[in-house]
């Protein structure tokens, strides 16, 4: 299996042009194989959504080099990190982030219309096709606000997915559904993660659901405690 993620020595701080500049991840080294479905976990205040941040390429590290797919990032600008994570990166959070506007469908094709700059029948076609095994075939039409937690949640997994990314990062994916609807949702990401072949990295408070993925990263006061 081949390495999605690299991390060596990833250190962030903040503040680093004053006086009081607080360094809040501290050399961290990490690894991501394809295929492997990993819990991110550790009390909050942590560092765990700077991490998260730092490997889905919305910051930079202070110090360390990190690689996603084998691309060392430390000499991409901006162009290039933002193309890196459309292509390579998909993403689902705590708040699905869908756009109230756009219909089901449409939040799922969003991804490919920036990727080409349009809509097309090739992205309609696979963004309907995510929709149906994500069980929303009859709700493709309807907006956010006619969908429930778990459903709205559903979509968001299927326009993460849109561009078939070789690294899922999700940020409490389950932290505002019941646990019903959680189980719904984490069971998708398994089933994706199984049948693409893609690296998921997850961060939950929920240890039934931590107990579940491959293996666990423990991370306390900004360094990783076990689990690597």
Known sequence: MGAIVELQGIRKSYGVDTPVATEVLHGIDARLDEGE?????GPSGSGKSTLLNIIGLLERPTAGRLAIAGRDTAGLDEAGLT???GRAIGFVFQFHHLLPGFSALENVMMPAIIDRGMADAQAEAAARALLARVGLADAMRKRPSQLSGGMQQRVAIARALALAPRLILADEPTGNLDTKSADEVFDLLLEFNRDMRSACLIVTH????AARCHRRI??????I???V
Do not use: N, S
């Open 37 to 41: 479905f990993v819990a991110l976990v």
């Open 83 to 85: 193309a890196l994570r």
């Open 206 to 209: 929920d240890p039934r659901l």
């Open 218 to 223: 423990e991370i306390v006061d900004g360094r």
């Open 225 to 227: 405690v076990g689990g």
